[in-house]
T-cell receptor, first 113, second 119 residues
C-alpha cells in the first residue's frame, strides 16, 4: 500500500545533541510537510517542500532545518534540541493538484533529556 | 492571523448517542475544510473534506459535516456513535482557492476534540 513512513517512531536525544528525523513516501506526491505537535495541542506546520522548493513558516525557529534529497525522502534536522522541542513530529504529503488532502505518517515522538 | 477553534475539548458519549463537534475558523475568503481523525495509536487520517459544491459533505464511517459560510463553521456530525469512534478529531482549514498557484496546501488545525464513547 502507498504510504508515508516515519523513522524512528520514538527518538530520545540529549539536550543540545543534534538529531535527524526521517520521512519517506511511496505516494509520489510533490509536496511534503513537517508538523510539530505538542501534547494536547494542534499540529503546527514547521515548513514544507513543493518539489525542491523549501518554504519555511515565519515562526519556525532557526534550530529546525529540513532536507529533501529526492521526491521520496524528507528529513527534519534539529540542530540543538532543547527541552521545549520534545513533541510528536508529523510528516505529511499531498499532491499539488486536487484538493490538497494530506496523508500523514505515524509520527516520531521526540524526547529530550 | 487565521485560526481554527474547536469548542469541545473532551466529549464523552454512550453508544448510539448522536454526535456534533463544533469547528469555527477565522478567515473571510475562500477556504477548503477538512476533518481528520486519529484513533489510539494510529496516524491522522482524513474523515471528510469540503472545497466546493454541496455544503453538506459525507465522509467515511457515517460521518458528515456541514459548511455554513455565514457562520464560518464546519461542524462534524454522526447520528449514532459506536465504541470504535473513540478517537481524537481535528478540524483543519486550507486557505485559498485550490486552483490558485499560491496555495501551498498549508493546513491550520484546531486543537482537537477527544471523543470517548462508552460501550
Amino acid at each position: 500500500d502507498a504510504m508515508v513512513i516515519q523513522n524512528p517512531r520514538y527518538q530520545v536525544t540529549q539536550f543540545g545533541k543534534p538529531v535527524t528525523l526521517s520521512c519517506s513516501q511511496t505516494l509520489n506526491h510533490n509536496v511534503m510537510y513537517w508538523y510539530q505537535q505538542k501534547s494536547s495541542q494542534a499540529p503546527k506546520l514547521l515548513f514544507h517542500y513543493y518539489d525542491k522548493d523549501f518554504n519555511n513558516e515565519a515562526d519556525t525557529p532557526d534550530n529546525f532545518q529540513s532536507r529533501r534529497p529526492n521526491t521520496s525522502f524528507c528529513f527534519l534536522d534539529i540542530r540543538s534540541p532543547g527541552l521545549g522541542d520534545a513533541a510528536m513530529y508529523l510528516c505529511a504529503t499531498s499532491s499539488r493538484t486536487g484538493t490538497y488532502e494530506q496523508y500523514f505518517g505515524p509520527g516520531t515522538r521526540l524526547t529530550v533529556t | 492571523a487565521q485560526s481554527v477553534s474547536q469548542h469541545n475539548h473532551h466529549v464523552i458519549l454512550s453508544e448510539a448517542a448522536s454526535l456534533e463537534l463544533g469547528c469555527n475558523y477565522s478567515y473571510g475568503g475562500t477556504v477548503n475544510l477538512f476533518w481528520y481523525v486519529q484513533y489510539p495509536g494510529q496516524h491522522l487520517q482524513l474523515l471528510l473534506k469540503y472545497f466546493s459544491g454541496d455544503p453538506l459533505v459525507k465522509g467515511i464511517k457515517g460521518f458528515e459535516a456541514e459548511f455554513i459560510k455565514s457562520k464560518f463553521s464546519f461542524n462534524l456530525r454522526k447520528p449514532s456513535v459506536q465504541w470504535s469512534d473513540t478517537a481524537e478529531y481535528f478540524c483543519a482549514v486550507n486557505v485559498g482557492s485550490i486552483h490558485g498557484s499560491s496555495n501551498t496546501g498549508k493546513l491550520i488545525f484546531g486543537q482537537g476534540t477527544t471523543l470517548q464513547v462508552k460501550p
